[in-house]
Nanobody, 125 residues
Framework: VQLQASGGGWVQPGGSLRLSCVASGRTFSRYNMAWFRQAPGEERQFLAGISWTGNQKYYADSVNARFAISRDDAKNTVYLQMNSLKPEDTAVYYC???????????????????WGQGTQVTVSS
């Protein structure tokens, strides 16, 4: 299984970015997906998760109402739309996949077996 994240970059405060993550090696339509981030010297932080049905979405308080997760099973892709970005959003962003089908979305990084390579998001003026 490989997860390829893209869409990161530099943006000014208040700007927007859309991250994409394509999964290969497995049909992921029966798996929940999530996004985490990690800033230098900090723990990995749960940002958003989406159930395998796409009907349940979960967000960290710090990004709720600013970030939106979605999925396109036909493309084996999960997205993270990020709006109103702040300098504290600067981090490496990872898409993650559990090893079990039909698992519930977890906010803990240990629940996820597969991690993408990460994409850097930098928010500064």
């Amino acid at each position: 299984v490989q997860l390829q994240a893209s869409g990161g970059g530099w943006v000014q405060p208040g700007g927007s970015l859309r991250l994409s993550c394509v999964a290969s090696g497995r049909t992921f339509s029966r798996y929940n997906m999530a996004w985490f981030r990690q800033a230098p010297g900090e723990e990995r932080q749960f940002l958003a998760g989406i159930s395998w049905t796409g009907n349940q979405k979960y967000y960290a308080d710090s990004v709720n109402a600013r970030f939106a997760i979605s999925r396109d099973d036909a493309k084996n892709t999960v997205y993270l739309q990020m709006n109103s970005l702040k300098p504290e959003d600067t981090a490496v962003y990872y898409c993650v996949l559990p090893n079990e089908r039909y698992a519930s979305v977890s906010r803990h990084y240990r629940a996820y077996y597969y991690w993408g390579q990460g994409t850097q998001v930098t928010v500064s003026s």
